[in-house]
């Protein structure tokens, strides 16, 4: 089936600092999502990306659909300790059905 | 808007019983997802509705697994017999147009002991 290869798994940075996760495909997508998933909680809806080469902000983040509309990123400035959680990339394929595919997510830890 | 809502949060239960966990979707959304997550295999699609008829239930692991929407605003994922392996957190989660995301719901954590 589709795969979305997300990288890194997993990162530690201090308060303050930006960080930046990628998410690639082998196959095209129409569109790209990226959640944020707090502990104890569902996944939730940070940013949407409909066109290839798009950039979209959202406050500290900043998301972009690759030209090539196999890859994604996802950019948080100056992180916070409330970023904590897990990120998960989505996308919807060409062609594809209702179902949204999903990487294996991102956890990240913000040390005050 | 209340968002999705599941029941229960938590659910223990022991080996061999039934499990049944709810679900309400947002009033007007037309499509209703089942996933469920686990730490080896991450977020997985168990079934799927739009307007309340099952279109893809692929991801159902296997004939225990059973799942209905009777209604626009009711679904329930049934697991008959549980089995420990079966320990995850299930959610659900509906959408209007598929291109504006999913929402999700807090999720029910099932533990079979």
Redesign the interface.
């Known amino acids: 089936g589709q795969q979305l290869n997300q990288s890194p798994q997993s990162m530690f940075i201090q308060e303050g600092e930006d960080v930046s996760m990628n998410c690639t495909s082998s196959s095209i997508f129409?569109?790209w999502?990226w959640?944020k998933q707090d502990p104890?909680?569902?996944?939730?809806?940070l940013i949407?990306l409909?066109k290839a080469g798009e950039l979209t902000s959202n406050g500290r983040l900043t998301a972009q659909f690759g030209i090539t509309r196999k890859d994604s990123f996802l950019n948080i400035s100056a992180s916070i300790p409330s970023d904590v959680g897990i990120y998960?990339c989505?996308g919807?394929s060409q062609g594809g059905?209702?179902?949204?595919v999903?990487?294996?997510?991102m956890k990240l830890t913000v040390n005050p | 808007d209340a968002g999705?809502i599941q029941s229960p949060r938590h659910e223990v239960t022991e080996m061999g019983q039934e499990v049944t966990l709810r679900c309400k979707p947002i009033s007007g959304h037309n499509?209703l997802?089942w996933y469920r997550q686990t730490m080896m295999r991450?977020?997985e699609?168990l079934i799927?509705f739009?307007n309340n008829v099952p279109?893809?239930d692929s991801g159902m692991p296997e004939d225990r697994f059973s799942a209905k929407m009777p209604n626009a605003s009711f679904s329930t994922l049934k697991i008959q017999p549980s089995e420990p392996r079966d320990s995850a957190v299930y959610?659900c989660?509906s959408?209007f147009i598929?291109?504006?995301?999913?929402?999700?719901?807090?999720?029910t954590r099932l533990t079979v002991v």
């Open positions: 129409n569109t999502l959640y104890g909680e569902g996944p939730v809806l949407a409909y998960f989505a919807v059905s209702e179902k949204l999903f990487g294996k997510g | 999705v499509s997802f991450g977020l699609l799927y739009n279109i893809d959610f989660a959408s598929r291109n504006y995301g999913y929402t999700f719901g807090s999720g």
